[in-house]
């Protein structure tokens, strides 16, 4: 989806804006994103990956368990919501994770699992 919005007024700006929210939060965290981990994260500590997982769960409405595969110099080799759930649970399959784990080729994991 694009918008185009050049020659827009406030008023036209501000239903844009109603109409599209959700897309336009998921793109100001894609641009984040790039701008703050540029050239691949590399979560080193845990406020690295509270920043990293904050800016990949903000706009989740359920509960899911998503998962970050590392490699061995814990750069980010995929960041993927594998389970998802309802408001109030999430069920998890580790023959799924362990199978993508493998696929990736990672090093590590960081399970994540947050309450909406």
């Not at 920043?51 to 368990?65: G, H, Q, S, T």
Request: charged residues 15%; aromatic residues 6%.
């Amino acid at each position: 989806m694009s918008l185009v919005i050049a020659d827009s007024g406030p008023e036209s700006l501000a239903l844009i804006a109603a109409q599209h929210e959700d897309w336009i939060i998921q793109q100001a965290i894609m641009l984040l994103e790039n701008r703050v981990f540029r050239g691949g994260p590399v979560l080193e500590s845990p406020a690295a990956v509270r920043d990293y997982l904050r800016l990949k769960l903000v706009a989740e409405p359920n509960e899911i368990l998503a998962v970050v595969f590392l490699n061995s110099q814990h750069q980010v080799l995929a960041f993927e919501p594998l389970f998802k759930g309802t408001v109030d649970q999430t069920p998890v399959y580790p023959r799924v994770l362990i199978q993508r784990a493998l696929a990736l080729n990672a090093s590590a994991l960081i399970l994540a699992h947050q309450h909406p």
